[in-house]
C-alpha cells in the first residue's frame, strides 16, 4: 500500500494481509548474504522475546510471520503508529512535550530492562 521506509538492509511497506484483512509492515531483506544473516539473527532474538512476552507488556515489536520469496528474506510485522520523526514532522518540528518525552522514554527503557 505504502512504503514505510528504506534503509541498508532493504525495505519496509505497509500492505494489507488478505487472509486476515489486518494492516501489517512487511520488512524485505536485500538477498545479501551478510544481511541475510543479520536479519536472521534480528528475527530469532524478535521471535525469542515475542514467545517470553505473550501478554505483550514489554513494547518489542510483534512479528506476525516470515517466509523467504525469491530468495528475499520477508518478515511480517505488526503495523506501529507512526516514527518518532514522521511524528515530529506532523507537528511542524515544535518539539515534544515534556509529558510526552517522559512516556516514550518509560516504553523504551521497559523494553530495554526487559
Do not use: W
Not at 510485522?77 to 518509560?106: C, D, H, S, V, W
Amino acid at each position: 500500500m505504502d512504503p514505510l521506509g528504506s534503509g541498508s538492509f532493504g525495505q519496509a511497506l505497509k500492505c494489507l494481509d488478505h487472509k486476515t484483512n489486518e494492516l501489517v509492515a512487511l520488512k524485505i531483506i536485500k538477498n545479501q548474504k551478510k544481511f541475510q544473516y543479520q536479519a536472521g539473527m534480528e528475527l530469532k532474538i524478535i521471535k525469542f522475546l515475542n514467545n517470553h512476552d505473550k501478554q505483550d507488556v514489554n513494547n518489542i515489536i510483534r512479528v506476525k510471520d516470515y517466509c523467504i520469496f525469491r530468495e528475499h528474506l520477508v518478515i511480517v510485522f505488526e503495523l506501529l503508529n507512526l516514527n518518532l520523526y514522521e511524528f515530529i514532522k506532523k507537528n511542524e518540528f515544535k518539539g515534544l512535550t515534556q509529558n510526552l518525552i517522559r512516556r516514550f522514554a518509560i516504553q523504551m527503557l521497559q523494553a530495554l530492562r526487559y
